[in-house]
């Protein structure tokens, strides 16, 4: 067995790992990479591998950092299998559409402006792409389970998002385990990530190796910013990614409304096509969420849709008015890296009253992190802006598991590994846990290089 680190090994974006298997080659996820430039470019080279010899795909869950690269290992000559959970098969489908839709939409800006460094601007892939891809889904077994010649796969539910997993695979007596992102105990939607098999080999994500997450109640804290926010004519943005996150906010506005902590005559947007899909699948797949299949349905009572481009910009200019009517606005993507929540960030940030609060987690060289860490001006689509409103970093919506939370999956596991690898971080967070599981533990780790290949 080698194991080839082709992404997510010096950074949190860009999960791409080669498994060799004598000639079966897997690939455990194809994300893309995000954040600073230099990593934004390594969407545009090839794999690292020949992407037309792979035999299969086996797909931790559905964020762009680990499925929206996709499409391109398809432009490259991938024709095989993609193995998923029915979630993430059904998020995937939204996902990498919209995903296609922005680059398209991102080439065509590019090219009328004249703003690309190239003679004509192209997307990665387009919608077409992103479709036949979707064709090489195919469903897992009830059981999670599935064998690919001699090698046998099983998914264990991994918590942080819908169809979330983590991944083991065994092959001649030997076994290797990919965390994937793993949930927290005491996420909102989600429930407590099952323990999967032991293995001689784990792979461990990162995000938040460095850190604990803060011990607040986080419907508590957005209240209060609600209140102050709204009481000063304010109205609050949430930056958010589509996917989980925009449907924890829902869950805990709507709890805030039921309490009557929130007014109903304060307006709830959602300006995010791919959220509202991602609802739909929310309620589709209620059996699998730790809340009730009747407060899964009232995610969107009473919450305004923004459907066009056009709605969104007036929308975003009405809120910017002196004396606007106070909202509340969920709004992609979830970093400030593109999409509509530009529209509001553009009209909004300039402006004392209003508030920005961005639940989760920024990666480096994104708005949102920029942001978060304080600057006051931002360029946004060939301008700077000034950013006067107040900011926020609601830490407590993450859907990672903190540092302490990787530990206790690593420590629940049947039998220690002989090796631990840990990737899907920062470069500090990464060594941080590293530092961790060879000082508490005692186990054998290891922060891989980008293109490092190891033998199991």
């Known amino acids: 067995m080698k194991l080839t680190f082709l992404g997510a090994a010096d950074s949190v974006t860009g999960s791409r790992h080669l498994l060799t298997l004598g000639e079966q080659r897997l690939l455990l996820d194809a994300g893309l990479f995000q954040g600073f430039k230099a990593l934004r470019e390594r969407n545009w080279m090839p794999l690292g591998a020949d992407a037309a010899r792979l035999d299969a795909v086996l797909l931790s869950h559905a964020h762009l950092d680990h499925c929206g690269y996709l499409p ?49 601007a192209l997307p990665l892939y387009g919608v077409r792409e992103a479709e036949a891809t979707m064709k090489q889904f ?38 290797l385990l990919f965390s994937g992102d793993i949930g927290r105990s005491n996420d909102l939607l989600m429930p407590v990530p099952q323990v999967p098999p032991a293995a001689d080999v784990v792979m461990i994500e990162s995000t938040y190796g460095d850190r604990l997450h803060p011990a607040e109640d986080v419907q508590a804290r957005l209240a209060q910013l609600l209140r102050t926010t709204l009481k000063r004519g304010g109205s609050v943005l949430l930056p958010s990614f589509a996917v989980g996150r925009a449907q924890a906010l829902l869950l805990v506005l709507q709890r805030l409304r039921r309490a009557g902590e929130l007014p109903l005559e304060v307006p709830i947007w959602l300006d995010s096509p791919m959220a509202e899909q991602a609802t739909e699948l929310t309620v589709k797949h209620a059996k699998l969420l730790r809340i009730s299949a009747d407060e899964a349905r009232g995610l969107t009572d009473r919450v305004r849709y923004v459907t066009k481009q056009a709605q969104s910009l007036k929308l975003a200019a009405s809120l910017a008015q002196r004396k606007a009517r106070p ?13 509509r929540v530009l529209n509001y960030i553009e009209t909004l940030a300039p402006q004392p009253q209003h508030h920005i609060a961005f639940p989760g987690f920024q990666a480096g060289g994104t708005r949102g992190a920029r942001m978060v860490a304080g600057e006051r001006e931002i360029k946004l689509r060939g301008r700077w802006v000034p950013v006067n409103a107040e900011i926020s970093h609601l830490d407590g919506f993450s859907g990672h598991a903190d540092a302490e939370g990787l530990l206790q999956w690593l420590r629940a596991l049947p039998r220690p590994p002989e090796q631990v690898y840990v990737v899907h971080g920062e470069p500090a967070a990464a060594d941080a846990l590293r ?22």
């Open 72 to 120: 391109a290992l398809r432009r490259q000559g991938f024709r095989g299998p993609i193995h998923a959970t029915a979630a993430t098969r059904d998020l995937c489908d939204v996902l990498l559409r919209d995903s296609a839709h922005l680059q398209e939409e991102d080439a065509k800006r590019a090219n009328r402006d004249q703003s690309s460094r190239h003679d004509k």
């Open 327 to 339: 909202a509340i606005v969920i709004s992609a993507s979830g970093m400030a890296t593109g999409g």
């Open 138 to 175: 195919v469903p897992l077994p009830r059981d999670g389970r599935l064998t690919l010649g001699d090698t046998e796969v099983r998914f264990t539910p991994a918590g942080h998002l819908l169809g979330a997993t983590s991944i083991h695979v065994r092959h001649g007596g030997r076994s």
């Open 435 to 456: 530092c961790r599981i060879k000082d508490e533990l005692g186990l054998a780790v290891r922060v891989p290089q980008h293109g490092e290949t190891v033998e199991l």
